[in-house]
């Protein structure tokens, strides 16, 4: 994410849309973490993600835009830590096989 902002232009003030780095970096934790950095990560995102959003909830327009990001967030989060589980059984599974 920060070298994401490195991207952020000083001359023209255009910062870069943070959705993508943002996307992979929840997926990448929910994946790749265990159980409990996982859920602390998922619930930093949501936060960090309510911060941003804010302004525009408490002023009453919320737009679909941003209903469409939180649901795909939440759905990488989901999928990493599916794709975690899926690892973790995989594993436990060739080991046993191992001793078989």
């Known amino acids: 994410m920060v070298g994401f902002y490195a991207l952020y232009d000083l001359a023209g003030q255009v910062h870069p849309d943070p959705f993508l780095p943002f996307l992979l970096a ?3 934790v929910a994946a790749y973490a265990d159980r409990r950095p996982a859920v602390i990560g998922g619930v930093l995102a949501a936060a960090a993600i309510l ?24 759905l990488a989060w989901v999928l990493g830590r599916m794709l975690r589980r899926r ?14």
């Open 26 to 28: 929840i997926y990448s």
């Open 51 to 74: 911060a941003i959003d804010a302004p525009a909830m408490l002023a009453g327009a919320i737009p679909p835009n941003d209903v469409y990001g939180w649901f795909l967030y939440a």
């Open 87 to 100: 690892q973790e059984l995989a594993a436990a599974l060739q080991d046993r096989a191992a001793l078989l």
